[in-house]
């Protein structure tokens, strides 16, 4: 039998009301996610440190709770502060971010920089955008919007679980890494010449994607081996998720 806590005052909700705020979610290493969906999704990888759900959950939902031994169960009142979502599902999980060694991407072929990205939903669908285009990994510059942004998380559908994701990165530093190493970098650019349909990529490539509105950063340049850009009919510019599904898909079915 589970504990209900209703009491607004327990140290584990104070904890998770806490991680709204990105400074909290950086000093913890924690963040927060919603959903049945993307709480399974975070379980194959072992990121899970607590799983809570609503008093109304538990009621309807007594043999679904992943087999915890422990039922963390908030009163519905409660739960509604800590959810982000209009129609909550009653479930959300409290995940410890992902520890790896960004020294180990250079076995990658595919990789892509994502160069002060601000709009969360553009990062969430350019990261379902890799996945489903075989990027083996995704570097976000310092200054982009938060990966653990809960905008973010719910555009990328559950996503970051399926591919590296780096964030707050020295870009210039880590494209000269991978320059010695021997990777191609092609970055997108509205003045270039270089339709991507004319282009045969190299096996080991970076693609560097800019800002929405002023694009990939002047002190960038120096790195760039070609600049890319996708042939339209009469509109100027794409959506910056849109450009990246385009150029990954071609990309990958060009291989």
């Not at 890799?130 to 510059?141: K, P, T, Y």
Request: charged letters at 25%; proline letters at 1%.
């Amino acid at each position: 039998m589970a504990i209900i806590i209703s009491s607004r005052n327990n140290n584990l909700f104070k904890k998770i009301l806490s991680l709204k705020n990105k400074k909290n979610r950086d000093r913890e290493s924690l963040f927060l996610i919603e959903g049945k969906k993307f709480v399974l999704e975070a379980q194959k990888c072992s990121m899970v440190k607590n799983i809570i759900v609503s008093e109304t959950y538990f009621k309807n939902n007594k043999n679904d709770l992943f087999n915890l031994e422990e039922k963390i169960v908030f009163s519905d009142y409660i739960f509604e502060m800590i959810s982000d979502t209009e129609n909550t599902q009653g479930i959300v999980a409290l995940c410890e971010k992902n520890k790896i060694d960004i020294d180990n991407i250079f076995k990658e072929n595919n990789i892509i920089i994502l160069n002060n990205i601000n709009d969360p939903g553009n990062l969430g669908c350019i990261i379902r955008n890799c996945v489903a285009f075989d990027v083996g990994v995704i570097i976000i510059s310092k200054g982009s919007v938060d990966l653990y942004n809960p905008k973010v998380l719910r555009a990328s559908a559950g996503n970051i679980f399926k591919i590296k994701i780096f964030c707050e990165v020295n870009i210039t530093k880590i494209l000269s890494k991978l320059k010695h190493a021997g990777f191609y970098i092609y970055a997108t650019y509205l003045s270039s010449n270089n339709y991507i349909h004319t282009i045969k990529f190299k096996l080991k490539k970076v693609i560097i994607f800019g800002n929405e509105s002023n694009g990939v950063s002047n002190d960038l340049i120096d790195f760039i081996d070609e600049t890319i850009k996708i042939k339209t009919n009469s509109v100027e510019s794409l959506n910056l998720a849109v450009s990246s599904g385009i150029i990954l898909n071609q990309i990958f079915n060009s291989r």
